[in-house]
């Protein structure tokens, strides 16, 4: 879009970039720059367009960017170039996640890359490894309180190690995805000691108050987001003098990004990772970056706006990246991180649907499916060029957060179902064979979160306790149930390492000092690769699982209507333990998949007269993708073992996949 004063502004700016960049060949930096230039300045502008330097730090978030551009690999600009031309590249049913640690799955970067033949084995495709850069000793917060930007953790390897593991799984057609932690850094990172020494510079990279007058403001809207370990969100500083807002936990300094200098840094930030190799970065807690005196200071406006200026300048420099956005906020504002008003993303192309997390945890826990129906039927509609990463587990705690209406319509009272969820993941509901802990819990409220690996939360701990088969065998089959449905709602599937292979709550945190306060240690654990290995044997859990999952993997990888184009319809049916959805061709052609999941431990039927014209399911005989199996019916009703999933098409139509 060319407009007369942004335009004007960036010739400007290009005449009075320094020599040395202006000599560089930039020809693919200029057109792009030129293209999103109007929307960036707008934002920019938007945001410190009051202040003296503006035209000084826009300058410098150009030269950032063509810096950064300059310093880009020739071998990364062609993959740039062939994702511009294969825009919806990343929609593709092809795609599979696994989020790790690479101490606790591999030791270290040369182990991943050790192991990536194990992922390939499993059909992985994209990696993300957890936060592994330099964090306080002993107060890492899983590596999320970062004390530099730009230097990895030597305990877990070099950065050469990290672009060589980039470019290794690049050639073999992996994506890599890395964090970038862009809301605050630990007390000990060099702009919060520079602050501690006074320079008034680095002060004003936080929010740093002399009194408690503006932060006793702030907490009378803030809510505590670590109530039991970091209550509060302001932190007396001893050494300052002064008070600092520290959301998180009391060593992790909360960025100010109503400075420029502090949005320029962490874009140069975002760069120097793409420039490593990284395909995705993701955005942790952006739903915190702008503070507001009298709001809560989440998913405020301006933090929208900072999303889509980064998105921009990555798009001038890197246009391959992909951004996630890490915002566990409530359903009807997680897709705004996708952007709005808009078709395509402009501000995240994936975000997290920890919306669909939550429900599937309260199929598993209620067996029974108004909640999780109800919940997905209000999930808002997300963009055309954006999609979800689904998953069932991740490093961090089991949130709750249903929408108190979706609750009641389910047939529920919220405080009451939410003391039931509570009750029945830690074990202490009469029928529950969960083995979960609360975490996070508000004395104040009553509210708590979960932790506990996949397997102990669906039973497995248990049943190995108990020496029970059936129970086993029951807590198999829910890991694979609640992994079909990641796999076919729509988006990217995101598995959690030890999860293929059953690995149980890692209670030896207890055991460690610096971690034993924090219960979420007990899902990060240190893969057992002895316990991996058995894998290879038939007949083991550890076989029924991997080889389980390795099965759906594989056969969703070939089917088109599993892609990611606004492609679900769901179905109300009759039976509340029954979660039912329609996944159509992204061409129109043929090619449906009924995707039917049964949440109890009875048989149950769907009548599939509820398709009416949608297919001819109801015309022929059925048969399920993944086993290849016809399922049971009599007439038009198809049976549904317990804790089973089909992924059904009609005969006539077996030869799309």
């Known amino acids: 879009m060319y407009e007369q004063v942004s335009h004007s502004l960036l010739n400007e700016i290009l005449d009075e970039l320094r020599p040395e960049i202006r000599r560089q060949n930039l020809r693919h930096f200029y057109t792009r720059l030129g293209a999103n230039f109007y929307a960036i300045h707008s934002l920019f502008y938007?945001?410190?367009?009051?202040?003296?330097?503006?035209?000084?730090?826009?300058?410098?978030?150009?030269?950032?960017?063509?810096?950064?551009?300059?310093?880009?690999?020739?071998?990364?600009?062609?993959?740039?170039?062939?994702?511009?031309?294969?825009?919806?590249?990343?929609?593709?049913?092809?795609?599979?996640?696994?989020?790790?640690?690479?101490?606790?799955?591999?030791?270290?970067?040369?182990?991943?890359?050790?192991?990536?033949?194990?992922?390939?084995?499993?059909?992985?495709?994209?990696?993300?490894?957890?936060?592994?850069?330099?964090?306080?000793?002993?107060?890492?917060?899983?590596?999320?309180?970062?004390?530099?930007?730009?230097?990895?953790?030597?305990?877990?390897?070099?950065?050469?190690?990290?672009?060589a593991l980039a470019d290794y799984m690049r050639k073999r057609g992996m994506l890599l995805t890395l964090d970038v932690v862009v809301n605050h850094t630990s007390?000990?990172?060099?702009?919060?000691?520079?602050?501690?020494?006074?320079?008034?510079?680095?002060?004003?990279?936080?929010?740093?108050?002399?009194?408690?007058?503006?932060?006793?403001?702030?907490?009378?809207?803030?809510?505590?987001?670590?109530?039991?370990?970091?209550?509060?969100?302001?932190?007396?500083?001893?050494?300052?003098?002064?008070?600092?807002?520290?959301?998180?936990?009391?060593?992790?300094?909360?960025?100010?990004?109503?400075?420029?200098?502090?949005?320029?840094?962490?874009?140069?930030?975002?760069?120097?990772?793409?420039?490593?190799?990284?395909?995705?970065?993701?955005?942790?807690?952006?739903?915190?970056?702008?503070?507001k005196v009298g709001t809560i200071c989440q998913n405020e406006r301006e933090a929208h706006l900072i999303l889509q200026m980064m998105k921009d300048c990555c798009q001038v420099t890197a246009p391959g990246v992909l951004f996630i956005a890490e915002a566990i906020v409530a359903p009807s504002e997680i897709t705004k991180y996708f952007g709005e008003d808009a078709i395509i993303a402009k501000e995240c192309e994936i975000a997290y649907n920890a919306t669909f997390m939550a429900l599937l945890w309260d199929a598993i826990a209620t067996k029974n499916c108004n909640l999780l129906n109800q919940g997905i039927l209000?999930?808002?509609?997300?963009?055309?060029?954006?999609?979800?990463?689904?998953?069932?587990r991740c490093h961090d705690d089991i949130g709750l957060g249903f929408d108190d209406s979706d609750i009641e319509r389910a047939g529920y009272e919220p405080f009451a179902h939410r003391h039931f969820l509570l009750e029945y993941l830690t074990g202490k509901y009469e029928d529950s064979d969960a083995r979960g802990q609360p975490f996070g819990r508000n004395e104040k409220t009553g509210d708590a979160r979960i932790s506990g690996s996949l397997a102990s939360l669906v039973g497995l701990e248990a049943a190995l306790e108990h020496g029970d088969e059936e129970a086993t065998e029951r807590a198999i089959k829910r890991i694979l149930l609640l992994h079909g449905?990641?796999?076919?709602?729509?988006?990217?599937?995101?598995?959690?390492?030890?999860?293929?292979?059953?690995?149980?709550?890692?209670?030896?945190?207890?055991?460690?000092?610096?971690?034993?306060?924090?219960?979420?240690?007990?899902?990060?654990?240190?893969?057992?690769?002895?316990?991996?290995?058995?894998?290879?044997?038939?007949?083991?859990?550890?076989?029924?699982?991997?080889?389980?999952?390795?099965?759906?993997?594989?056969?969703?990888?070939?089917?088109?209507?599993?892609?990611?184009?606004?492609?679900?319809?769901?179905?109300?049916?009759?039976?509340?333990?029954?979660?039912?959805?329609?996944?159509?061709h992204p061409e129109g052609t043929n090619g449906a998949v009924l995707v039917v999941a049964n949440f109890d431990d009875r048989p149950q039927y769907l009548d599939l007269a509820i398709l009416g014209n949608r297919g001819q399911f109801q015309f022929s005989q059925p048969q399920d993708l993944v086993s290849g199996e016809k399922p049971s019916m009599f007439k038009e009703q198809l049976v549904i073992p317990p804790f089973r999933f089909y992924w059904l098409t009609d005969q006539s139509a077996l030869g799309f996949v």
């Open 46 to 163: 938007h945001l410190y367009g009051h202040r003296d330097d503006f035209k000084e730090k826009m300058i410098a978030l150009v030269e950032v960017m063509a810096n950064r551009y300059i310093e880009r690999s020739d071998e990364l600009e062609r993959l740039d170039m062939a994702r511009e031309q294969d825009h919806n590249w990343f929609l593709s049913q092809e795609w599979i996640g696994m989020a790790l640690y690479a101490d606790g799955f591999a030791g270290d970067l040369k182990g991943v890359k050790k192991r990536i033949p194990y992922l390939q084995d499993l059909g992985i495709n994209m990696v993300h490894i957890m936060p592994m850069l330099v964090c306080p000793q002993g107060a890492s917060d899983g590596g999320y309180a970062v004390s530099n930007f730009r230097k990895i953790d030597p305990r877990i390897g070099k950065l050469e190690e990290l672009e």
């Open 187 to 291: 007390d000990e990172h060099e702009w919060a000691e520079k602050a501690r020494e006074g320079e008034e510079k680095y002060q004003n990279y936080y929010y740093i108050f002399h009194d408690r007058d503006v932060p006793d403001m702030f907490e009378e809207t803030m809510p505590e987001i670590f109530p039991e370990t970091s209550p509060g969100n302001f932190t007396w500083d001893e050494v300052m003098g002064k008070w600092v807002m520290t959301v998180f936990n009391s060593n992790q300094w909360d960025l100010n990004y109503s400075n420029p200098r502090v949005f320029i840094e962490m874009v140069d930030v975002i760069l120097f990772w793409a420039n490593r190799g990284v395909d995705i970065v993701r955005l942790d807690a952006v739903a915190f970056l702008w503070k």
């Open 378 to 392: 209000n999930l808002p509609s997300k963009l055309d060029r954006a999609t979800w990463l689904n998953y069932i």
């Open 485 to 584: 449905m990641i796999f076919s709602f729509g988006g990217i599937p995101l598995l959690y390492y030890g999860d293929e292979i059953g690995t149980l709550n890692d209670c030896s945190f207890l055991e460690d000092e610096n971690r034993a306060n924090d219960n979420r240690w007990m899902h990060r654990p240190k893969i057992d690769w002895n316990k991996a290995e058995r894998r290879l044997h038939r007949g083991t859990i550890e076989q029924k699982i991997f080889d389980g999952l390795k099965k759906q993997i594989s056969v969703r990888k070939t089917i088109p209507a599993f892609a990611d184009f606004n492609n679900r319809e769901q179905l109300t049916v009759d039976n509340e333990h029954l979660f039912v959805f329609l996944r159509s």
